[in-house]
């Protein structure tokens, strides 16, 4: 269980991906999937959430940018992860191609083991 706090209107809401039950806003861009990681107990302990809630209520809370630019590009590396991992071929093949080729060198290995135990 996270706790994490709305970005646009402060309440409290079960984790930072998740759509607020107040106002109703979810978080769909990057930056805004950020700026919710941020006030989620992922990243700030439960004082400072509190604060930050009661700020956002008033009005005057503000994002400090290089913490919220460093989960940006954290989250957007895993995006690219993601993609790579989408876009790479299934992993059984090279695999399989490695597992015939140990099996003919075995293969190859026995016949002139057979070859130079069976010579005259
Ligand atoms: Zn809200």
Same mark, same amino acid.
């Given at each position: 269980?996270?706790?994490?706090?709305?970005?646009?209107?402060?309440?409290?809401? $079960?984790?930072?991906?998740?759509?607020?039950? $107040?106002?109703?806003?979810?978080? *769909?861009? *990057?930056?805004?999937?950020?700026?919710?990681?941020?006030?989620?107990?992922?990243?700030?302990?439960?004082?400072?959430?509190?604060?930050?809630?009661?700020?956002?209520?008033?009005?005057?809370?503000?994002?400090?940018?290089?913490? *919220?630019?460093?989960? @940006?590009?954290?989250?957007?590396?895993?995006?690219?992860? *993601?993609?790579?991992?989408?876009?790479?071929?299934?992993?059984?093949?090279?695999?399989?191609?490695?597992?015939?080729?140990? @099996?003919?060198?075995?293969?190859?290995? $026995?016949?002139?083991?057979?070859?130079?135990?069976?010579?005259?």
């Amino acid at each position: 269980m996270t706790l994490a706090i709305c970005i646009k209107c402060g309440s409290r809401k $079960i984790s930072a991906c998740s759509q607020c039950d $107040i106002c109703g806003h979810r978080s *769909v861009d *990057v930056e805004d999937l950020a700026r919710s990681m941020y006030l989620s107990d992922n990243c700030q302990p439960p004082k400072e959430l509190k604060d930050a809630s009661r700020q956002i209520k008033q009005g005057n809370f503000t994002f400090e940018d290089r913490h *919220v630019a460093r989960i @940006v590009a954290e989250l957007q590396e895993q995006a690219a992860l *993601v993609e790579r991992l989408r876009h790479s071929k299934p992993f059984g093949l090279p695999l399989f191609l490695r597992a015939m080729l140990l @099996v003919v060198l075995i293969t190859w290995l $026995i016949l002139m083991l057979w070859r130079t135990l069976t010579e005259p």
